[in-house]
């Protein structure tokens, strides 16, 4: 018995059932049961429909069928749709994302005496014909070939360049950097060479270098951040040093700093690159058993500066029994000699020459020869991505040339020493390799872009500096500058004093 109380305060008393929560929300739950059960049959419902309508109304497939569709035919046939639609689709969406997060790269359409008018310079200097098409020559064989491939590279087909951490673009609005590719080592090389009769060449590579500034100062582009946005490649030590105060802020893809100032190139804006190896690649096994020879080296014995060291070194090593140090050119037959020479030795020697560095060091690792570098002032490429104390050793020019010192601390590295530098050549020798896919060529333009952040730093200082740092491509701590700046910033304020007075 439950008591309820009546209005007037009164209680009055009468059998019912004994009321619970449970009694209470029965109805409310019944309710709810039924409601469920609704739209429990309401979504099975529809997800027949959508399952049907997908099994009969997906794109490419036949709404219809006839009695001599077998299942067996419309299972296959459905399959293929599925996979077809798909897969497509994915590497479709794939090759967008990558093309969409790849820095863009405008290419100019030089004037064609800077590319290919070269390659006919070169040809004629040779004695060679000019063909009517210049664009069937080819760039000749060469160390400084790297232009050439940067060239080619640029002028593929975007759906064969996947992977590459740029993209071209054909629009110089859309451009994060623009790229010049002007075959400036070629053209110092020709400017060099004699005719075939033996005549002076008449061409002329520092004409050729002032035409091409003249050019670049009438684009737009040029001026938008006074350079700094462009790329030139300038492998050859003597490239393009007629005008580099005029290209000192752009970008410089080199092997070296020897030539340059300090406010011309340097490391923060630039990018080392490789040469170009002249000798075929080693495709044998890891080891020692095919390597006889300890030391190896093969190339001009005569040097001015720096590689004088190069004649000392020769009397120095030509004597000792398991080294081979000859004197050679480039040919034909010295290089198919040289390759022999490298696969069949444990170390390469890579001693300075006219530069710091040569085609000899590459040469050296994609024949997994461990590179001995006599050199103290050597720049090489891609440091930030390659140890280069796991694949060469790095000797003092002083210690080198003491007899019986390079030859001592070679022989007593341990074979498993020598293996380990094979096999840490072997992981990184793509990098110096400019034909492959994610060899040189990449490298470069992943190191190219990262000089981004530098150049729109000081793309957007320049733009508000009151006075103008014109002796300086970019922010240094050189002593020098600092007192030119503290110099000019004297002299402007002397002469506003003398205006106000």
Same mark, same amino acid.
């Given at each position: 018995?439950?008591?309820?109380?009546?209005?007037?305060?009164?209680?009055? @008393?009468?059998?019912?059932?004994?009321?619970?929560?449970?009694?209470?929300?029965?109805?409310?739950?019944?309710?709810?049961? *039924?409601?469920?059960?609704?739209?429990? %049959?309401?979504?099975? !419902? $529809?997800?027949?429909?959508?399952?049907?309508?997908?099994?009969?109304?997906?794109?490419?497939?036949?709404?219809?069928?006839? #009695?001599?569709?077998?299942?067996?035919?419309?299972?296959?046939?459905?399959?293929?749709?599925?996979?077809?639609?798909?897969?497509?689709?994915?590497?479709?969406?794939?090759?967008?994302?990558?093309?969409?997060?790849?820095?863009?790269?405008?290419?100019?359409?030089?004037?064609?005496?800077?590319?290919?008018?070269?390659?006919?310079?070169?040809?004629?200097?040779?004695?060679?014909?000019?063909? #009517?098409?210049?664009?069937?020559?080819?760039?000749?064989?060469?160390?400084?070939?790297?232009?050439?491939?940067? $060239?080619?590279?640029?002028?593929?087909?975007?759906?064969?360049?996947?992977?590459?951490?740029?993209?071209?673009?054909?629009?110089?609005?859309?451009?994060?950097?623009?790229?010049?590719?002007f075959f400036s080592s070629l053209s110092q090389l020709v400017s060099t060479s004699?005719?075939?009769?033996?005549?002076?060449?008449?061409?002329?590579?520092?004409?050729?270098?002032?035409?091409?500034?003249?050019? %670049?100062?009438?684009?737009?582009?040029?001026?938008?951040?006074?350079?700094?946005?462009?790329?030139?490649?300038?492998?050859?030590?003597?490239?393009?040093?007629?005008?580099?105060? @005029?290209?000192?802020?752009?970008?410089?893809?080199?092997?070296?700093?020897?030539?340059?100032?300090?406010?011309?190139?340097?490391?923060?804006?630039? !990018?080392?690159?490789?040469?170009?190896?002249?000798?075929?690649?080693?495709?044998?096994?890891?080891?020692?058993?095919?390597?006889?020879?300890?030391?190896?080296?093969?190339?001009?014995? $005569?040097? @001015?500066?720096?590689?004088?060291?190069?004649?000392?070194?020769?009397?120095?090593?030509?004597?000792?029994?398991?080294?081979?140090?000859?004197?050679?050119?480039?040919?034909?037959?010295?290089?198919?000699?040289?390759?022999?020479?490298?696969?069949?030795? *444990?170390?390469?020697?890579?001693?300075?020459?006219?530069?710091?560095?040569?085609?000899?060091?590459?040469?050296?690792?994609?024949?997994?020869?461990?590179?001995?570098?006599?050199?103290?002032?050597?720049?090489?490429?891609?440091?930030?991505?390659?140890?280069?104390?796991?694949?060469?050793?790095?000797?003092?020019?002083?210690?080198?040339?003491?007899?019986?010192?390079?030859?001592?601390?070679?022989?007593?590295?341990?074979?498993?020493?020598?293996?380990?530098?094979?096999?840490?050549?072997?992981?990184?020798? +793509?990098?110096?390799?400019?034909?492959?896919?994610?060899?040189?060529?990449?490298?470069?333009? +992943?190191?190219?872009?990262?000089?981004?952040?530098?150049?729109?730093?000081?793309?957007?200082?320049?733009?508000?500096?009151?006075? @103008?740092?014109?002796?300086?491509?970019?922010?240094?701590?050189?002593?020098?500058?600092?007192?030119?700046?503290?110099?000019?910033?004297?002299?402007?304020?002397?002469?506003?004093?003398? $205006?106000?007075?």
């Amino acid at each position: 018995m439950v008591e309820f109380e009546g209005g007037n305060g009164s209680k009055s @008393k009468r059998p019912t059932r004994k009321l619970t929560w449970a009694l209470l929300a029965q109805p409310a739950l019944e309710k709810a049961r *039924k409601s469920s059960q609704k739209k429990i %049959l309401a979504t099975i !419902v $529809f997800a027949i429909f959508v399952i049907y309508a997908l099994f009969n109304g997906f794109p490419g497939r036949h709404t219809t069928t006839t #009695e001599s569709d077998s299942d067996e035919n419309s299972g296959f046939d459905m399959t293929v749709d599925f996979a077809s639609t798909s897969q497509p689709c994915s590497a479709a969406i794939a090759t967008a994302d990558s093309s969409s997060s790849a820095i863009k790269v405008y290419m100019y359409d030089l004037p064609i005496r800077f590319t290919y008018g070269v390659i006919a310079a070169r040809s004629a200097s040779r004695g060679g014909g000019t063909p #009517e098409n210049l664009t069937a020559l080819r760039y000749p064989g060469h160390q400084h070939m790297g232009e050439w491939f940067l $060239f080619l590279d640029m002028n593929r087909p975007q759906s064969d360049r996947v992977g590459s951490p740029v993209t071209r673009v054909m629009n110089p609005e859309e451009a994060d950097l623009f790229y010049v590719p002007f075959f400036s080592s070629l053209s110092q090389l020709v400017s060099t060479s004699p005719q075939a009769d033996g005549s002076e060449g008449v061409y002329s590579d520092e004409e050729t270098q002032e035409a091409l500034v003249e050019w %670049l100062e009438g684009q737009e582009y040029w001026h938008r951040n006074g350079g700094r946005d462009h790329v030139f490649t300038a492998a050859d030590p003597k490239s393009l040093l007629h005008v580099m105060d @005029k290209i000192k802020n752009s970008v410089l893809l080199v092997v070296g700093f020897g030539r340059l100032r300090g406010d011309q190139g340097s490391l923060l804006k630039d !990018v080392v690159v490789p040469y170009p190896h002249r000798l075929r690649t080693y495709e044998g096994d890891l080891g020692l058993q095919n390597r006889p020879t300890l030391l190896f080296f093969m190339g001009a014995r $005569f040097r @001015k500066e720096e590689g004088r060291i190069r004649d000392v070194l020769f009397q120095v090593l030509e004597s000792e029994g398991d080294a081979i140090i000859k004197h050679g050119v480039q040919s034909t037959e010295n290089r198919r000699e040289a390759s022999n020479g490298m696969h069949t030795s *444990k170390f390469c020697l890579n001693p300075v020459g006219d530069t710091s560095t040569s085609c000899r060091l590459f040469d050296s690792i994609i024949s997994l020869c461990v590179p001995v570098i006599v050199s103290d002032t050597i720049e090489v490429p891609f440091e930030d991505t390659i140890d280069y104390r796991k694949i060469a050793i790095f000797v003092e020019s002083a210690a080198a040339i003491k007899p019986g010192y390079l030859m001592s601390m070679l022989r007593a590295i341990p074979p498993e020493k020598i293996l380990e530098y094979q096999r840490e050549m072997l992981k990184v020798r +793509r990098y110096f390799q400019y034909g492959v896919s994610n060899g040189a060529v990449d490298e470069i333009w +992943r190191q190219v872009t990262k000089k981004l952040p530098l150049i729109k730093l000081m793309s957007n200082r320049d733009k508000r500096l009151v006075i @103008k740092e014109s002796d300086c491509s970019c922010v240094c701590a050189n002593p020098a500058t600092n007192i030119q700046l503290h110099s000019m910033l004297s002299q402007r304020t002397n002469e506003f004093l003398s $205006f106000d007075k």
